[in-house]
């Protein structure tokens, strides 16, 4: 068995094409993972209500970032970053004509990805029923906040809703502290990966079988099945508090401690970590004492333990701690503001985040956005194309995809389908 080199091999979803309905973060990331891996992802908008990331701010044009659209060129950073890689339409779905050019669409897909609210499209009359009479094998991908049966709370799911039903919110912090959002829009993103997952294994399945699927994406369940992998509720019966700050007390020594200049992460749950913790920080006698010997000890004595690491962890700059637990074997890091971590060399090399273009005036600034990390060693995957506008790719999806006449595009733009 020979391995393939980079480049030998096509993109891994090269025969995979996807309509993409999606809008704003949860669906334009998952239809970006698949554009990076090769799927010809075809973005349908409206073309009197576009995808909402469009108008997102900051916006970039030739005289670099600004809080507001200044001139027709400056395009959102937004979609510069959620849009690159796919081939954008217009379709109008409210417009009778337009479910018969959908259902050509659908003719030629393979799989269909949406996030609009629980119901939207079936009552537009494109939702999967439709979808699966028209092309069988079709997988249609639905990313909402509550899943197909039901909607708590408000029924509009945006990330900081699904962060607070999930229970993530009362994970971070102290007790006694206000709930803490994830600055990350964390619901967001986490869905969309178990979108893919999804749709990857239904499409694995329709090879076989040659049936399609609807896949049912909940953010409220991903997230709450992502708080459920820490037993919190036990913990706090056990005398763990359910909040514990910058430090996870289970694993002492664990967490994030003040340095001289900023701070510094420190993991040492191991017998092995915190012996070698314990003589960096030249307190050789702690690896014998009764209150700090094994990890039970460590933990019954955390707040004694953690004041005695901060004791160290002040007096020092992070970068000579982090030289001294390197030395030593114990995993520790700086805490970096995301300006630099988006910037870090070996981040930046391996394509986990790239310098973003703008469509017509390419590089305009120092902006960094996502990536694809996911690494093949058969071949080169990523991002090469630039955000389309709305409606860029019409000619080439309905005349060279479908095989419409000019004039049948003409008629569709002159009655607003498109």
């Known amino acids: 068995m020979t391995t393939q080199s980079v480049n030998e091999l096509p993109r891994p979803l090269e025969d995979v094409t996807v309509l993409d309905l999606t809008t704003a973060l949860a669906g334009p990331f998952a239809t970006f993972l698949l554009a990076g891996m090769g799927a010809r992802v075809i973005k349908i908008e409206n073309p009197l209500g576009p995808d909402t ?18 001139h027709e060129d400056d395009v959102s950073v937004s979609a510069m970053n959620r849009l690159r890689n796919k081939q954008a339409i217009t379709l109008n779905l409210k417009k009778p004509e337009a479910l018969e050019v959908f259902a050509d669409l659908v003719r030629q897909a393979d799989a269909v990805v949406e996030n609009f609210s629980r119901g939207t499209l079936d009552r537009l009359g494109a939702g999967y029923k439709f979808s699966s009479k028209i ?3 079709i997988i249609h991908c639905s990313i909402t906040g509550f899943g197909s049966e039901g909607d708590p709370g408000t029924g509009k799911a945006m990330d900081a809703i699904i962060q607070a039903l999930s229970g993530v919110m009362m994970t971070s912090g102290a007790m006694g502290d206000p709930p803490m959002r994830v600055g990350v829009p964390f619901a967001d993103l986490s869905a969309p990966l178990f979108g893919v997952i999804g749709l990857l294994a239904a499409l694995h399945q329709a090879q076989r079988t040659g049936i399609g699927q609807h896949v049912d994406i909940s953010m409220l369940g991903v997230m709450t099945a992502m708080v459920a992998c820490e037993p919190f509720d036990l913990l706090e019966r056990c005398g763990v508090p359910q909040r514990t700050g910058q430090t996870v007390p289970r694993l002492a020594p664990f967490g994030i401690y003040p340095s001289a200049d900023g701070y510094v992460a420190i993991c040492a749950p191991t017998e092995a970590f915190a012996m070698s913790l314990f003589e960096a920080i030249q307190r050789p006698e702690m690896c014998t004492d009764p209150k700090f010997r094994t990890r039970d000890d460590r933990v019954k004595n955390v707040e004694e333990l953690n004041t005695i690491i901060e004791s160290f962890t002040r007096r020092l700059p992070t970068a000579e701690i982090n030289a001294r637990l390197d030395a030593v074997g114990v995993p520790s890091a700086p805490v970096r503001n995301p300006d630099v971590a988006m910037r870090d060399p070996q981040v930046v090399a391996r394509g986990e985040t790239v310098r973003l273009m703008h469509p017509k005036f390419g590089d305009v600034g120092d902006i960094y956005g ?40 003409e008629e569709l733009r002159a009655k607003k389908v498109i």
């Open 135 to 137: 092309n069988p094998r």
């Open 53 to 70: 990331c469009r108008g997102n701010a900051p916006f970039v044009g030739k005289h670099g970032a600004s809080l507001s659209r200044e």
């Open 370 to 409: 996502m990536g694809l990390p996911i690494r093949f060693s058969g071949c080169n995957v990523g991002f090469d194309k630039p955000a389309p506008g709305l409606g860029e790719h019409n000619e080439a999806v309905y005349c060279g995809m479908l095989g419409y006449s000019p004039e049948k595009l």
